[in-house]
């Protein structure tokens, strides 16, 4: 695991983004990072697939950049990189890290920015990101689409100056339309049943209208992501 994310991280910096000034923010942030965000220890970006969170964290990455911040001094790891195990502990987590100094040793004494993509892949990760936390001089951004950090008050595992932010996933009805309107134009006799069958049993999104992987994953992204408004608007249809 040490090699692999030794691998990782080697490529990440290889090909880190240089940036520039006065790039475009799609969230409406004219100066890119907010104020929250910047003084906050730990940022959770949350939200189902197909949110943007992967973006936003890109975007995050490229503000740090464009504002002066050494390229190397930014670490960027998707943790659901196919070559990693599906399921990961906090014990990896320590790997990726003692990779990245081991190539910039200067960030073990210097700020240096940990963006987390897909953090729900990792057990036992808001105990490594305090300890992390605790011990150098880290600011770290993660993306999560499972875990309901909206509640207050936030686990005590975590940072005290811990932001969460939000984004919000395609809508069911948006994902209904796109699904009807493709069957429509193949020329299905019930456009809208056979839309119902592929959201319900493939977990369809907006950007994903091509074949959806069986099994668990699946499922739980239809749960977790555009279900629930669905199921609002049809509460006549069960989920299977």
Known sequence: MEELFG????????????????????????????????????????????????????????????????????????????????????????????????????????????????????????????????????????ADAWNPWLAQPLPSALPASTRVRALRGPSGSSVLRRLAARAADQGDEDPLRQALTQFYRLGRTVDELGPAPAGARARRAVDEGCAEDAMRLLPSTPLP
């Open 7 to 142: 691998r990782i991280v080697e490529e990440y910096l290889a090909s880190a983004p240089q940036g520039h000034r006065g790039h475009h923010d799609p969230f409406g942030e004219p100066d890119g990072i907010e104020e929250a965000e910047s003084d906050a220890a730990l940022t959770l970006i949350c939200g189902p697939h197909g949110s943007g969170k992967t973006r936003y964290l890109a975007r995050r990455a490229e503000d740090l950049i464009a504002r002066g911040l050494p390229p190397e001094r930014i670490l960027y790891l998707d943790l659901a990189d196919s070559r990693l195990p599906r399921r990961l502990d906090r014990s990896a987590l320590a790997d990726a890290v003692e990779a990245y100094f081991a190539r910039v040793p200067a960030s073990r004494h210097e700020p240096f920015y940990l963006f987390l993509d897909h953090i729900q892949s990792v057990a036992g990760w808001e105990s490594f990101v305090r300890a992390l936390l605790d011990a150098y001089p880290a600011r770290i951004w993660a």
